[in-house]
Antibody, heavy 121, light 108 residues
């Protein structure tokens, strides 16, 4: 069974840092591109970042570029999101997700349950 | 930057009815990179459709996707009680991912 389990969320002050982790199991982690997506409670989904299979290529939403860093450890089957210079509007549930790329078609086919980040003084 | 606009914001229908959800892109996009998701309260999103028209594993055939260019549609042929949820379209252009703002399908 494919599982993605996020951890590392919590309460942090504005300007602070947090590192989220996502432990993967049930599939060959190193074969998949991975994403982070966030969601403010009651609001819509917002794409945050994506990383390729070996970690050599990453992309970010403009709202987090220069502050967040996505990375992965394929030996540990773990995805990370290092979040620095956190702002109040970074408050959200953060989901890690697996990208499906099948026959040239894209989707995100597996999601964790999310970890909540609250940025507040 | 591509903007995805979903309509309507809320769709009020009865079980057994047909639901038609729209996703319009601000510029032409590749249908290969257009996906639809379902999210129920307190749950993670679930992939329904990838590549604009391919059903994901385990998704019932009452769900179908279509469209190209700037206009895409998710159709639920006959609403089941478990289908009342929020639906999102998403596009990835190789650099940035974008979600629509969502359409809520509620029980009339």
């Amino acid at each position: 069974e494919v599982q993605l389990v996020e951890s590392g969320g919590g309460l942090v002050q504005p300007g602070g840092s947090l590192r989220l982790s996502c432990a993967a199991s049930g599939f060959t982690f190193s074969s998949y591109w991975m994403h982070w997506v966030r969601q403010v409670p009651g609001k819509g989904l917002v794409w945050v970042s994506r990383i390729n299979r070996d970690g050599s290529s990453t992309t970010y939403a403009d709202s987090v570029k220069g502050r967040f860093t996505i990375s992965r450890d394929n030996a540990k089957k773990t995805l990370y999101l290092q979040m620095n210079s956190l702002r109040v509007d970074d408050t959200a549930a953060y989901f890690c997700a697996r990208e499906l790329f099948l026959s040239g078609q894209y989707g995100v086919d597996a999601w964790g349950q999310g970890t909540t980040v609250t940025v507040s003084s | 930057e591509i903007v995805l606009t979903q309509s309507p914001g809320t769709l009020s229908l009865s079980p057994g009815e047909r639901a038609t959800l729209s996703c319009r892109a601000s510029q032409s996009v590749s249908s290969s990179y257009l996906a639809w998701y379902q999210q129920t309260p307190g749950q993670a999103p679930r992939l329904l459709i990838f590549g604009a028209s391919s059903r994901a594993t385990g998704i019932p055939d009452r769900f179908s996707g279509s469209g190209s260019g700037t206009d895409f549609t998710l159709t639920i042929s006959r609403l089941e009680p478990e289908d009342f949820a929020v639906y999102y379209c998403q596009h990835y252009d190789g650099s940035l991912g974008t979600f629509g703002q969502g359409t809520k399908v509620e029980i009339k």
